[in-house]
T-cell receptor, first 116, second 112 residues
């Protein structure tokens, strides 16, 4: 058990609906990452937070995607007007950055999204 | 950016034999490398990492080898067990970066 939790584990939605996923990182970790993984592929970076600040967003993150980490603890990832191409596993990871040295990233179990 | 690729998409291994999974990367600036194991329905699980100032690192039943000259790393699993059946990913990033670039994964199947 890595300590990173995600909710829900599975989400089935109809095209055009909005969905929101939650990630709770390991408690002392100040960095939080979102990745997307499609079948047969490795995870692809989406966005990253240092405490509550979102410091980078990938080009994969279209305007329909928004992520927040309001208090520097848990994070949410919202997808508006879902499309079938959004179907994927959404992974959250966290790590500790201390004195410019980063620890390895620990991943949660993921949220599998299916858009019908 | 970084491009990370695995040499074989699948590997079938007899229980008790050693497994070797190979990975190539493209970015010379990458100096931190990680191997992850992912079982069905779960997130990637950290196995072992290595920094570019090393060429070998050993863990419990696993060894990672890094050849910076040809931008290649490998994961060796000793005495492969049924519980080792999973998809294995290598990932890379520069030390001052935070984004991991993953390869496509090698599916390891252990035959009894």
């Amino acid at each position: 058990d890595t300590g990173v939790s995600q909710d829900p584990r599975h989400k089935i939605t109809k095209r055009g609906q909005n969905v929101t996923f939650r990630c709770d990182p390991i408690s002392e970790h100040n960095r939080l990452y979102w990745y997307r993984q499609t079948l047969g592929q490795g995870p692809e970076f989406l966005t990253y937070f240092q405490n509550e600040a979102q410091l980078e967003k990938s080009r994969l993150l279209s305007d329909r995607f928004s992520a927040e980490r309001p208090k520097g603890s848990f994070s949410t990832l919202e997808i508006q007007r879902t499309e079938q191409g959004d179907s994927a596993m959404y992974l959250c990871a966290s790590s500790l950055m201390f004195r410019w040295v980063g620890s390895e990233q620990f991943f949660g179990p993921g949220t599998r999204l299916t858009v019908l | 950016g970084e491009s990370v690729g695995l040499h074989l998409p699948t590997l079938s291994v007899q229980e008790g034999d050693n497994s070797i999974i190979n990975c190539a990367y493209s970015n010379s600036a990458s100096d931190y490398f990680i191997w992850y194991k992912q079982e069905s329905g779960k997130g990637p699980q950290f196995i072992i990492d290595i920094r570019s100032n090393m060429d070998k690192r050993q863990g419990q039943r696993v060894t990672v080898l890094l050849n910076k000259t040809v931008k290649h790393l490998s994961l060796q699993i000793a005495a492969t067990q049924p519980g080792d059946s999973a998809v294995y990913f290598c990932a890379a990033r520069p030390t001052n970066d935070y984004k991991l670039s993953f390869g496509a994964g090698t599916t390891v199947t252990v035959r009894a």
